[in-house]
C-alpha cells in the first residue's frame, strides 16, 4: 500500500507560515497540503486487532495513524504492529501516544522507540512539580537521539494544574480578574508554548515540533489556536477533543476545523468522533476529508452535487442514484490513485429536475438531469459544459456510471482502459 502523491487544488484561502515537520514520509506544515489523521481504539497489545484497524484507517485515507502506547505490552506490540503492517504493504506512519510513564517506556523499550515515528507527549500529565520537567525532558532526550518529531499535545481535560493555579492566583490579584474561561486558555497555551521551548532548550530543532491545544468546545477552540498561532510559527495540530457521537460530533467538529482552516491556521487535523459499539472508525477519516475538500484545500474523491429534492421530485430514483454513484467513486478511488492520477478532482452532478438540473449538470464534469415529477421520462447527460446525449429506460444508472467510468478512462488515462460499458445509450 505505498503512499499516493498528496493531491492539493488551487485555493485562495491564506495559509500561516509554520515549520515544515516529516513523519515518516509525510510532510506538516510548512507548504505541505493540511494531513489528515486517526487514532485507534484497540488494546495495542492486541496486535492483530491493532494491526486491522491501522490498514482499514490508512486505505479510508488517514495519512497518519496513532495508537496508544500506555503499558510493557503495548511498549513490546508496537514493533510487532509495524513489521506487519510493512509486510502487508501498509507504510502509515504511527504514533505513539503517551501518558504517565512515557518516559519509562520510550527508555525501556528501544525497539518501540525506534519504529514510532513520532511520539505524543502532553506535558500536563508526565509529572508534578520537578519530575514534571525531568521526565518531560527525558521523552524529548529520545526524540533528539533517534531523530523523532514529537507533537506537545496540551488537553484542557488534563492541564497541569499547577501551571492553571498559578495563572488563577495571578488572575485574583487583579483589580478587574478576567473570567476563567479567558485564564484556562491563557495557560493552555502557555503550557504548549511554554513546553516547546523547554523542549528546544533541550536539544529539539523546531521542524521536529508540532503543538495542539484541543478543548470540547468550538468557541475555546478558535480563541486557543489564535492565541497559538500569534505566539508561535511550530506547525499545528488540530482537532476538538472529546466532539461527542453521531450529528452532534460531525457538526461540533466541522464548525471549529473550518472557522480556523479559513484563517489558514493548522497544519494537519483529526476529527474525533465517539462511535457506536462495533462501530468503524473510519468515518472520521471521511469527515476530515470532506472538511478539506469543501474549504478547496484537498482533493481526495471525486465529488457528487445532488439537490435536496423538493415537491417536484416525489421519486426517490435520483437520490438512490447519487447515492450510487458517491460509492461507486469511492469504491473506484482505491484503483483510480495510481491509475487516473487527479481523478480525485472529478465533479459529477445528479439532479432531480428540471428547474437547476441542466444548469448545475452543466457547471459539473460530468452531470444528469433526472426527470422531476409529470416531466418527460429522459435523462440528459452533459459533459465538460456540452450536452452529449440523453438516457433513458430502466437502466439509466448503470448508463450513466458507465458514462462516468468512460469520461475518467479519457480525461485522466489514455481511454484504452477497456473498462467502456455496451449498455445501451440513447442519443438526443
Known amino acids: 500500500m505505498p503512499s499516493p502523491e498528496i493531491q492539493m487544488p488551487s485555493t485562495s484561502l491564506p495559509r500561516k507560515s509554520t515549520h515544515q515537520v516529516r ?32 490498514i482499514e484507517l490508512a486505505e479510508a485515507g488517514s495519512e497518519i495513524v496513532r495508537i496508544t502506547v500506555n503499558n510493557d505490552d503495548a ?18 506512519p504511527l504514533v505513539g501516544d503517551f501518558h504517565y510513564n512515557g518516559h519509562t517506556l520510550l527508555q525501556e523499550y528501544s525497539d518501540c522507540a525506534d519504529v ?4 505524543r507527549i502532553n506535558p500536563g500529565n508526565v509529572g508534578q512539580g520537578e519530575k514534571r520537567d525531568i521526565r518531560f525532558c527525558q521523552m524529548i532526550e529520545q526524540a533528539c537521539i533517534r531523530n523523532k ?28 480578574p478576567r473570567s476563567l474561561e479567558t485564564v484556562t486558555r491563557e495557560a493552555l497555551v502557555d503550557s504548549a508554548v511554554n513546553s516547546a521551548e523547554l523542549a528546544q532548550r ?4 523546531p521542524d521536529q515540533i508540532i503543538l495542539s491545544a484541543k478543548v470540547s468546545a468550538v468557541p475555546e477552540l478558535v480563541a486557543v489556536y489564535r492565541q497559538l498561532a500569534e505566539r508561535s510559527d511550530l506547525a499545528l495540530h488540530l482537532g476538538l477533543t472529546e466532539a461527542g457521537m453521531a450529528d452532534k460530533g460531525v457538526v461540533s467538529s466541522t464548525a471549529g476545523l473550518v472557522l480556523l482552516l479559513h484563517e489558514g491556521i493548522g497544519d494537519t487535523i483529526r ?67 495510481t491509475q487516473y492520477p487527479g481523478a480525485e478532482t472529478l465533479s459529477v452532478a445528479v439532479m432531480g429536475c428540471v428547474v437547476n438540473g441542466p444548469g448545475e449538470s452543466r457547471h459539473a464534469d460530468i452531470g444528469i438531469s433526472l426527470p422531476g415529477t409529470g ?24 448508463q450513466f456510471i458507465a458514462l462516468v467510468e468512460n469520461y475518467v478512462d479519457n480525461r485522466f488515462g489514455d481511454g484504452t482502459d477497456g473498462t467502456q460499458s455496451d449498455a445501451p445509450v440513447q442519443a438526443g
Request: glycine share 8%; hydrophobic share 40%.
Open 23 to 54: 513523519v515518516g514520509k509525510i510532510l506538516v506544515g510548512g507548504d505541505a497540503p493540511v494531513v489528515v489523521q486517526s487514532m485507534t481504539n484497540t488494546d495495542t497489545a492486541d496486535v492483530d486487532a491493532t494491526v486491522r484497524q491501522v
Open 116 to 119: 514510532l515515528d513520532k511520539y
Open 271 to 337: 476529527v474525533s468522533l465517539t462511535p457506536r459499539p462495533g462501530e468503524s472508525r473510519t468515518r472520521e477519516v471521511r469527515i476530515a476529508q470532506e472538511v478539506l475538500q469543501s474549504l478547496g484545500l484537498r482533493s481526495f474523491t471525486p465529488q457528487v452535487t445532488a439537490c435536496p429534492g423538493c415537491g417536484r421530485t416525489t421519486s426517490d430514483f435520483f437520490q438512490r442514484l447519487a447515492g450510487e454513484v458517491q460509492e461507486h467513486l469511492r469504491q473506484r478511488m482505491v484503483k483510480w490513485k
Open 202 to 205: 533541550e536539544g529539539l530543532r
Open 375 to 398: 416531466e418527460k421520462p429522459v435523462a440528459p447527460v452533459f459533459q465538460d459544459g456540452e450536452k452529449i446525449c440523453t438516457l433513458r429506460g430502466e437502466d439509466i444508472a448503470t
Open 75 to 92: 511498549a513490546k506490540a508496537v514493533p510487532v504492529i509495524r513489521a506487519r503492517l510493512d509486510a502487508a504493504g501498509c507504510s502509515v
Open 149 to 176: 518529531p514529537v507533537r506537545i499535545g496540551v488537553n484542557w481535560g488534563s492541564l497541569d494544574p499547577q501551571l492553571l493555579a498559578r495563572k488563577l492566583d495571578e488572575n485574583a490579584a487583579l483589580a478587574s
